[in-house]
């Protein structure tokens, strides 16, 4: 079994900073993509950023220039810089772990519980 842990989150003026954090735990042999979604109240999710193993990354126009992700394999942890935060970033952020090996050779993908982030104006 495979489980994600966030943890980061919270409340925030605009113009401010959060990092979020997510290690993935469990029988993990490797992970592909490590990355963050949110979802706004009323909106469907949306993917804010993903890294893969080799760290490729790639981000919603939305955050570029503003959000940096980054990753240790070794740790299996994804973080999220979240710098200039505007109101409209207010959501629920959900960590995901794409294409999870594990010890069983299965291959999954993994959601995490989820944190919220609140931008006030």
């Known amino acids: 079994q495979v489980q994600l842990v966030e943890s980061g989150g919270g409340l925030v003026q605009a113009g401010g900073s959060l990092r979020l954090s997510c290690a993935a735990s469990?029988?993990?042999?490797?992970?592909?993509?490590m990355g963050w979604y949110r979802q706004a109240p009323g909106k469907q999710r949306e993917l804010v950023a993903t890294i893969t193993t080799s760290g490729s990354t790639h981000y919603a126009d939305s955050v570029k220039g503003r959000f940096t992700i980054s990753r240790d394999n070794a740790k299996n942890t994804v973080y999220l810089q979240m710098n200039s935060l505007k109101p409209e970033d207010t959501a629920v952020y959900s960590c995901?772990?794409?294409?999870?090996?594990?010890?069983?050779?299965?291959?999954?993908?993994?959601w995490g519980q989820g944190t919220q982030v609140t931008v006030s104006s």
């Open positions: 469990g029988s993990i042999v490797s992970i592909y993509a």
């Open positions: 995901n772990a794409a294409g999870v090996l594990d010890t069983a050779h299965r291959l999954n993908n993994y």
